[in-house]
């Protein structure tokens, strides 16, 4: 059986050449491998980044043609959004690998992802406001989304939000990656029978989508992912407290699997016209605006020894209050706008600080030792860093355009008549400004009498 060999180096269609970094670790998707590269050459075309800089290099899983399909959406998608000179949602595009088909997408390079960034973060005192700030941002990332596709017959949903797929830029911005599943239908009948698996992670996939419902609301189907992934967080941060080491596969384990999607499951799999475009029934479900008790239990434990105790309770409500609209059955209660949602984890935050610093009475006096949220992503060094990349883009341009004029030929010289330096000829004041000055003279000559004989008849009056 011949396999295949990997190449060394990469060309984009721009003609650019990319070469993966030694000893960087290769992050392997269902769908995809990215791995971590460096342009070869001179900047081309929209493949600006100088020499060296690091990319993401995203692959198709060679063989896998539901690989090759998703890549060819997410490409077409991704060089929509390119075309926009304000910052992107997204991770930015800078060249595709493959010719006539798309094998490759060579993107902006982000370090992390929110669920390695939350592991990492667990043991902060002020880890909970922080998600809460960082989920607000992520929502105003998925809004963006909504809002660049509104001119189309309907929003276009992401419909695949998940920890994995949300990315922290090296510039410190919430980015959204992975749009090729976004208009994958379900499976029909015969493939989930044989294999119960749809190609979104179930974990975070909204249940019209999973079961190929009417989508009357297609903003709300990323509402309930990222609920499900707050949840998941939660629930990642309740296993850590408690020493179990987390799954290889982490936030797609189903131990991060809400039980609101195993209700799912259980009322919606055997349903014979599953698969169907139809609504959603919430009435088969005991209470389909509200999270199960199991749910509603692990985030009041997720969030004990957390926060400030005398907090806990008041904290849990509101959070619960977030994922039971973000989370309904019935998509017309949920969020409808990410942009609503993004307000909501605003306003737990803006609560957090003033639990955390006054408790729960408003009117007590701050503690001592209040904990605020450290804007680290928007800290001056990132600015710094963002401006030094924008200054890079700027020489490079700079020097292209010298390059480019000191290419082009001299000018020829054109001998030029001598001319013979006239004797200049001083103006005098034209004529009409002697008689000007003439009336002014003989006007004030004039007031100057009238002013006199004023004066003489008034001195003459007490004589009369």
């Known amino acids: ?46 493949s600006v980044t100088p020499e060296g800089t690091p990319l993401a ?122 749009f090729g599943t976004a208009q994958v239908a379900a499976p029909d009948d015969a493939s989930w029978d044989e294999t119960r698996q749809v190609v979104a992670t179930e974990n975070f996939l909204a249940p019209e989508v999973l079961f190929n419902a009417k989508k009357r609301h297609p903003a709300a189907i990323d509402t309930w992912s990222l609920g499900a992934t707050v949840f998941a967080l939660l629930r990642m941060r309740r ?64 969030l004990v020894g957390f926060v400030p105790p005398d907090s806990e309770q008041v904290l849990a409500d509101a959070l619960l209050d977030i994922l039971d609209r973000s989370m309904s059955i019935d998509p017309a209660h949920r969020f409808t706008s990410c942009r609503d949602l993004a307000a909501a984890f605003e306003q737990l935050t803006r609560l957090y600080l003033q639990v955390s610093t006054n408790g729960t009475d408003p009117g007590a006096p701050p503690r001592e030792t209040s904990e605020q949220i450290r804007r680290d992503r928007d800290s001056e060094a990132l600015r710094a860093e963002r401006l030094a990349r924008e200054n890079s883009k700027l020489q490079l341009r700079l020097d292209e355009l010298m390059a480019r004029m000191e290419a082009l030929p001299a000018p020829v010289a054109v001998p030029t008549p001598a001319v013979v330096a006239a004797e200049p000829v001083r103006a005098g004041p034209p004529a009409w400004s002697t008689s000007v000055g003439l009336v002014a003279v003989l006007g004030l000559q004039v007031i100057t009498l009238l002013v006199l004989i004023v004066v003489l008849v008034l001195a003459l009056l007490p004589l009369a």
């Not at 011949?2 to 030694?22: D, I, K, M, N, S």
Request: hydrophobic share 40%.
């Open 1 to 46: 059986m011949a396999t295949a060999t990997l190449p060394l180096v990469w060309t984009g269609r721009t003609g650019r050449r990319y070469a993966p970094v030694e000893g960087a670790r290769l992050r392997r998707g269902g769908m995809a491998t990215v791995r971590k590269v460096v342009p070869k050459d001179a900047p081309v075309a929209r």
């Open 57 to 178: 290099l995203k692959l198709w899983n060679e063989g896998d043609e539901a690989s090759l399909d998703q890549l060819q959406r997410e490409s077409a998608i991704l060089q929509q959004i390119a075309e926009r000179d304000s910052e992107l949602p997204c991770p930015r595009l800078y060249d595709v690998i493959g010719e006539p088909l798309v094998t490759g997408l060579v993107m902006e390079w982000c370090p992390m992802h929110l669920a390695r960034w939350w592991a990492e973060r667990l043991d902060d005192p002020d880890a909970f406001g922080r998600l809460m700030a960082t989920m607000a941002e992520v929502a105003r990332r998925v809004s963006d989304y909504h809002v660049f596709f509104a001119y189309a017959a309907e929003v276009a949903a992401h419909g695949d939000l998940k920890p994995s797929n949300i990315l922290l830029s090296s510039e410190g911005r919430w980015l959204i990656s992975d």
């Open 239 to 302: 296993l850590a407290a408690d020493k179990v080491e987390l799954p290889k596969n982490g936030t797609h384990s189903p131990r991060f699997r809400t039980q609101r999607m195993s209700q799912v499951h259980q009322v919606y799999a055997q349903d014979p016209r599953r698969f169907r475009e139809r609504d959603l029934d919430p009435d088969a479900f005991p209470d389909p605006l509200r999270l199960p008790e199991e749910d509603r239990r692990d985030v009041r434990d997720a």
